[in-house]
């Protein structure tokens, strides 16, 4: 098992990626070899004031990055030796059996997007944030910001995806799918949820429970919340913003915790045809640590292979 | 000044619409007089074990009223009896000078603008919600609901009824303006977000400061935020979510007390052609009483003027 790590991605690099992969090194080293991918000089300066050794990874060398403020598409073609593009272009390759990135989460998408190809049938890739409900399980919101637009069946490939993730990779059985509304009934919501929830009615592929408000979020009414990527996105840094607050006026615990994004790592970019993972831009060490622990459980999963198969019924209905 | 209580809405009727009459009378009772709007039976009783005296209020007699389930727009001719119709017909005939229920919030706001009737050039009215920043300022969220589907078009107007409300009401000089988004970026959002970017930086009424994210919502970034009701509504109800929890697992304190919406009483629905104040149909007799507090000002301000003056423009311009 090969792992990429994008040494220069992310606010904190490249303190925040070496520590990542020095705090997996000493936890984790056993499950994988990472391959670091960055400035050969910074890393190496990097693991030295770390007090890690060079020969405990590989090192990939580039001094090219896509930077938090460059526009994804314009930067991932004029940047071809960009640590996001080396790190797809080797999972594609099969050189990586996947690759973590706290950069540019556009670009990574993107990336992912064209660098790894869409799974036939699924209509846009996804990304999802894992958060644990208020009995302590680990639960999907998704999409969070990968599309802001969203058709009917664009929601419904989402609960799709994020099923099959949550079931290979989270190993939840059959789980439950919500589609996120302002009401509990079919009749509530926006044309598009309106016709999502018809649509995943008729889904046997998954296990759809209905609506969801806001307020069920962190409650156990699913393990799956579907919704477009524009309420998803506002409502994940909403809930980001009170963990900054609730940490500085209250002890620490599992509550406050629970919205600490760094304890579950990145998310997948689920959809296409490997395994790419997004970490927030903020990730610390022990974020990407995390990351790079999801990443391996991602690849050793059948998640990519249990998608192809899901997807080729809409594959062969868009005639792809 | 007269104001309509809508004793047969709300999860805790009569208990908690009394209870919030008979607190008013008791701290504020010379700034209105309250017109009870129930079945006068259930008043009397009501009022008998809470220890207040019927002298002290008006009542209107009626056993309809529109239940928390009922569908808003049928409901709404089905039973003309209903309080909320008979509070609103009350508002529209001048009888009082405004009226608040925790009813039906559908039905509120179907009464409203049917009722009442909207103000020339609003292309929809709208309900928003009011919380306390970091900074213990009031700000307001709008729409959380009344709207699913926005177009460009009603997001202005939404900036411009919440400005209006804040100056006027809330008291804050030139309120900013902000625009939910998944990005600070102009090139961010949805198709209507962006927009609607472009057409508030061409509205002079409107102290417009550009785009917010989730995270900001708690900051200072802007008095009024404005977004799509489908947004606004998940994560209104996620907040409120969040101090349910908050308060069974730390001592209450000012910041988990701002999560707590009785302090704040209802909101007015903004565009219409009177004072209707909508509460949270689990309001107790603390927020019902806030709510009172919130429709005196309101109908002892310029709101409805200002929105008028305001509109005008627009509503020159769709030739209304």
Partial sequence: MRIG????????????????????????????????????????????????????????????????????????????RSTINIGIQMVKEKKLDGFVSAGNTGAMLVASIFGLGTIPGVSRPTIGVLFPNHEN??????????????????????????SIFMTEV????????????????????????????????????????GNAEGRDLYMSLADVYVCDGFTGNIVLKFGESLYNVLKTRYKSDDFIESFNFENYGGVPVLGVKGISMIGHGISSGKAIEMMIVRAIEAAESDLLIKIEEAFQVFAAESGK
Same sequence: chains 1, 2.
């Fill in 137 to 162: 399980h680990m639960t999907m919101l998704c999409d969070v910001g990968a599309n802001v637009d969203c058709k009917p069946e664009t929601l419904r490939h989402f609960a799709l995806l994020g």
């Fill in 170 to 209: 989270m190993k939840i059985e059959n789980p439950r799918v919500a589609l996120m509304n302002i009401g509990e009934e079919e009749s509530k919501g926006n044309a598009s949820v309106q016709a999502a929830f018809q649509l995943l009615k008729e889904t046997p592929q998954v296990n759809f429970t």
């Fill in 5 to 80: 790590v994008d040494i220069l991605g992310g606010d904190f690099f490249p303190q925040a990626p070496v520590e990542g992969a020095v705090r997996f090194l000493k936890q984790h080293g056993n499950r994988a070899r990472l391959v670091l991918i960055g400035d050969e000089k910074l890393i190496l300066a990097e693991l030295a004031r770390q007090g890690a050794s060079p020969v405990d990874f590989d090192i990939v060398h580039t001094e090219e990055y896509i930077g938090m403020e460059d526009s994804p598409t314009q930067a991932i073609k004029a940047k071809p």
